[in-house]
């Protein structure tokens, strides 16, 4: 389905099943096919999965204007599809990397509309002005290496494990990969150096967060592991989850078991 921006900006969606929803949203410079092999799983348990695609990403619209792109559109964006899915009753918000953050903004911003959290290998940003600076200055690396090389050069690229997962061969993994070589780079580039990069940490807000949230990250996943403890720690209702053997796409690397941990979150919510 699509859906319009606040700014008329078309952002793609897709729903499928019935039950509780779950919006899933997705890391920086990956699409709504990275979290795929989720779909028939969760459907089957019960859950009515939604995907999407940032601005700039995926099957969604790419502005070539770069004041397009903001945090708080972004977050606004999220907002429109949740409510499209599920006008009626709250959310599951859940979100890889940038993904989760996303979710954090959201739910801090509109908590009435967001019944739980699944945060998947994610932080709530840096705040720490070094910390900060580094990652921006990351971010910008991303950015100029997709605008002179191109996407399919970036998933062939050294990133590919934080883009596809460790094993690129798997069928999900090669999925995934096809559908990220062919965004365009630059709606990839503005929405890291507009969005992604400068985005808002919320860490001094995670303590107002009331609703069920699963921190769920990969064994391997070494940079995420502290602020994973952060966001458990400092959420009242939270409970982290480390999924062993698995890296930052822990749901195409570690399919079963991820499944496994956010089916059976989100059945003790139905409980």
């Not at 969760?42 to 792109?69: C, F, I, K, N």
Request: include cysteine; hydrophobic fraction near 45%.
């Amino acid at each position: 389905m699509e859906i319009r921006a606040s700014d008329g900006v078309r952002l793609f969606a897709e729903a499928h099943g019935e039950g509780i929803p779950l919006v899933l949203s997705c890391a920086y410079c990956t699409t709504h096919e990275n979290f795929r092999p989720q779909v028939d799983p969760l459907v089957r348990a019960g859950m009515r999965v939604v995907l999407w695609d940032y601005r700039g990403h995926g099957r969604s619209e790419a502005p070539a204007d770069p004041t397009a792109y903001s945090m708080d559109q972004v977050v606004d964006d999220l907002a429109r599809v949740a409510d499209l899915a599920s006008p009626d009753r709250p959310v599951v918000l859940g979100g890889l990397s940038f993904g989760g953050l996303a979710s954090l903004h959201l739910a801090l911003l509109r908590p009435e509309r967001v019944r739980a959290l699944v945060l998947v290998g994610s932080g709530p940003g840096f705040k720490n002005a070094d910390a900060q600076a580094r990652w921006e200055t990351m971010v910008e690396r991303t950015a100029s290496f997709v605008e002179k090389n191109g996407c399919a050069a970036f998933v062939a690229s050294k990133a590919s494990a934080t883009l596809v997962g460790r094993d690129p061969e798997l069928p999900a993994a090669k999925a995934a990969g096809r559908a990220i070589a062919a965004q365009d780079p630059r709606g990839l580039a503005n929405f890291g150096r507009r969005v992604s990069g400068p985005a808002a940490s919320v860490i001094d807000d995670l303590g107002r967060i009331e609703v069920p949230t699963l921190v769920l990250v990969g064994e391997l996943d070494e940079g995420y592991h502290r602020a994973a403890e952060m966001m458990a720690a400092r959420i009242p209702k939270a409970r982290r989850v480390v999924v062993p053997g698995a890296g930052h796409i822990v749901n195409i690397e570690a399919q079963e078991a991820f499944d496994r941990a956010v089916i059976g979150f989100l059945q003790g919510l139905a409980g």
